[in-house]
């Protein structure tokens, strides 16, 4: 398995983490199938993940190798688009002689029934350096649909490997941002409702909030240093804005309600719904918690809102109809136009990422609560889940590829996530406790 | 000087005669004297022994009283706490997804209102609670105005506004459980809290 396949020499003098695009053939995008959010059916890709390929004896690599491949395997399945192939799980699954077009037997990989090959190989350059050079090949046009070449210390192969698997998603659902992505939920793990955080994968857990009351709906800033989110810390349900390193932040508490908080797309403001006025409307608030202005006007519940990813539209639930349903504002005109008539409870609404779906909780009788999913351009609902007792607070991963959600099939409530077809429907992580409300992170953009 | 001036002056004169008269007549007719003396003595021991069942029955008649006192105090104590028990222990009740106060919530309500014109101290918080159906962030709202509704009954009964305060679970702490309809029912309410 370990080939010397570098015959050129590897002259790249690379600071850490950049990479470059090797020169593929442009037309080569065309021919990837690009995967469409809106069909109506998700056909899964088989992709073939053989065993990296080694440069030399460099038995220092083994170790990140075989770790990086299961991680990489682990992520490109994680993603739902996938049917994977992989070394890591197919023992005696066919080789690499090389990881170029031209060391590669395309008929062997067709027959193995795949339409995708990731190839992989690894380094250690000359001042100790791990470097990675990694291609995605169409199998049946037997041409390269990218390639990529990472360099950094071995000890972060892992970040390496998950750039090649971000590039691969991207290739066919034409978005990034997922395996960078994290997100924040509620557990009672400790007994008491505290904030957590996690990676996409559901690794990495880490909890935010020790506050031994009730913490609820956490929130991510769009730059990815802030949450928001409300606890009875204090006795009242207050909103706290916590920067995530060193714990700096701002409180608000006004008498009544101060909950439900969703950032505005770019920018150091949120709303959120308070009650201090008598009745729950939504407010517009500054990152430090001051209020700027009202944006309901209701004498009836307003809450949980949730902007387009332009900020130009804000989602919300509203029980003015007399039962609660989405309704949608136009930050810029003021119009509020009602988006739900199915049923009489409906909420929960989340943006897509690319601001063409809402993903939202319907309650039908007979059917108990499911997650939905409306296209905006037409309206169209689609049930998400079905048969699996509550589901709720659907959230979209940054690339719009998959939803995390909430549900009670297994008795409790904990977290899972699926494609945004619905299908791969699967418990996302494993901790004690109950578990509720995950909100996914948003690709990060800096403020204005 | 009266009559019976009269009559004590002479027994302070007989008494000592009769002693004398006594101690004189010991050899000749001490048995009458005895006699006499023994049932005076007797007499004395008889009226000694009435006065006191008399303070005795007296002191029972208090010992009664005052039992009675405390049991009434006692009763009166218990009843009192059952009606501040009631108060904290029974809940207003309401329909799915709704705040609106039904004749069963008016009617515990108007017990509360009363208990509260009784106790003109106490302030008061307000609790609104939801099932766990439907979505969390939704319930939370839905208890705030469940405890609003509340507490305006209470302000239109009377009751000054500044004793009240509210605040919203939503569906964080039901009080039981279970995943029924008469759990649901149960965890639907607002609760009372003393301040």
């Known amino acids: 398995m370990k080939k010397k396949i570098w015959s050129y020499a590897t002259v790249f003098v690379m600071i850490f983490g950049l990479l470059i695009v090797f020169p593929g053939p442009s037309s080569s995008m065309d021919e990837v199938p690009i995967i469409d959010i809106h069909a109506p059916f998700l056909r899964k890709i088989p992709i073939a993940i053989p065993a990296f390929v080694l440069a030399g004896e460099q038995e220092?690599?083994?170790?990140?190798?075989?770790k990086g491949l299961e991680y990489f395997a682990g992520a490109v399945d994680f993603s739902g688009y996938f049917m994977v192939q992989s070394a890591h799980d197919t023992p005696g699954f066919p080789g690499l002689d090389?990881?170029?077009?031209s060391k590669i037997d395309f008929s062997l990989w067709k027959k193995q029934g795949v339409e995708l090959l990731a190839s992989i190989g690894l380094v250690l350059a000359g001042d100790g350096q791990l470097e990675m050079e990694c291609r995605l090949f169409d199998v049946v046009q037997e041409s390269l649909v990218v390639g990529k070449r990472y360099r950094g210390p071995v000890s972060d192969y892992r970040r390496m490997f998950r750039l090649f698997a971000s590039e691969v998603l991207f290739q066919v659902t034409g978005r990034q941002g997922l395996y960078e992505s994290r997100?924040?939920?509620?557990?009672?793990?400790?007994?008491?409702?505290?904030?957590?955080?996690?990676?996409?994968?559901?690794?990495g857990v880490r909890q935010i909030t020790k506050d031994q009351s009730i913490a609820?709906?956490?929130?991510?800033?769009?730059?990815?240093?802030?949450?928001?989110?409300?606890?009875?810390r204090e006795g009242n349900p207050d909103l706290f804005i916590r920067h995530l390193d060193g714990g700096r932040g701002f409180h608000v508490s006004k008498p009544g309600l101060n909950v439900t908080p969703a950032w505005v797309p770019g920018a150091f403001q949120l709303a959120a719904t308070l009650s201090f006025e008598g009745h729950q409307n939504i407010y517009l608030l500054t990152g430090q918690g001051k209020v700027i202005k009202k944006l309901t006007h209701s004498w009836d519940i307003d809450v949980s809102p949730a902007f387009s990813p332009d900020g130009k539209q804000m989602a919300f639930v509203s029980r003015r109809s007399g039962s609660p349903q989405i309704y949608v504002k136009?930050?810029?005109?003021?119009?509020?136009?009602?988006?739900t008539y199915e049923g009489n409870y409906n909420t929960s609404p989340a943006f897509s990422p690319d601001g063409r779906h809402l993903a939202f909780v319907g309650m039908r009788r007979g059917e108990g609560i499911n997650i939905y999913r409306m296209d905006l351009d037409g309206q169209r609902v689609v049930q998400l889940t079905q048969n699996s007792r509550d589901n709720e607070d659907p959230t979209w991963s940054p690339d719009g590829s998959l939803i995390a959600f909430t549900s009670s099939r297994e008795g409790v409530f904990n977290l899972y996530v699926m494609t945004a077809y619905g299908t791969d429907q699967r418990r996302l992580l494993s901790m004690p406790g109950g578990q509720t409300t995950p909100r996914w992170s948003l690709k990060p953009v800096r403020f204005e | 000087m009266s009559v019976k001036s009269w009559v004590r002056f002479g027994l302070v004169l007989a008494v000592p005669c009769v002693m004398v008269l006594a101690s004189c007549a010991g050899k000749t007719g001490g048995t009458d004297l005895a006699e006499q003396e023994m049932a005076e003595q007797l007499r004395q021991e008889e009226e000694a022994a009435r006065l006191a069942a008399e303070e005795e029955a007296r002191k029972a008649e208090e010992a009664r009283?005052?039992?009675?006192?405390?049991?009434?105090?006692?009763?009166?104590?218990?009843?009192?706490?059952?009606?501040?028990?009631?108060f904290l222990e029974q809940h207003v009740h309401f329909e799915f997804d709704s705040f609106a106060l039904t004749?069963?919530?008016?009617?515990?309500?108007?017990?509360?209102?009363?208990?509260?014109?009784?106790?003109?101290e106490v302030k008061i918080i307000v609790e609104g609670h939801c099932d766990e159906r439907g979505t969390r962030e939704y319930n939370l709202a839905l208890g705030d105005r469940r405890a609003r509704s509340v507490k305006q009954y209470l302000v239109d009964s009377g009751i000054a506004d500044a004793r009240i305060a509210t605040i919203s679970y939503g569906e964080e702490r039901p009080l039981d459980p279970a995943q029924n309809e008469a759990a649901w029912a149960k965890n639907r309410?607002?609760?009372f809290v003393i301040r």
């Not at chain 1, 090389?98 to 077009?101: F, H, K, P, Q």
């Not at chain 2, 009283?65 to 009631?86: C, N, P, T, V, W």
């Not at chain 2, 004749?103 to 209102?113: G, H, P, Q, Y």
């Open chain 1, 60 to 66: 220092a690599l083994l170790d990140a190798g075989e």
């Open chain 1, 98 to 101: 090389g990881i170029v077009a």
């Open chain 1, 183 to 203: 997100l924040a939920f509620v557990s009672d793990t400790t007994g008491h409702k505290e904030i957590y955080i996690c990676d996409y994968d559901g690794t």
């Open chain 1, 216 to 232: 609820l709906s956490p929130a991510w800033s769009s730059d990815g240093n802030w949450l928001a989110y409300t606890s009875y």
């Open chain 1, 330 to 339: 136009d930050m810029e005109s003021g119009r509020v136009q009602r988006l």
């Open chain 2, 65 to 86: 009283i005052a039992a009675e006192r405390l049991e009434r105090e006692k009763a009166e104590a218990r009843k009192k706490a059952e009606a501040k028990a009631a």
């Open chain 2, 103 to 120: 004749s069963e919530a008016m009617k515990v309500l108007d017990a509360k209102v009363a208990w509260l014109r009784n106790n003109p």
């Open chain 2, 189 to 191: 309410r607002a609760q």
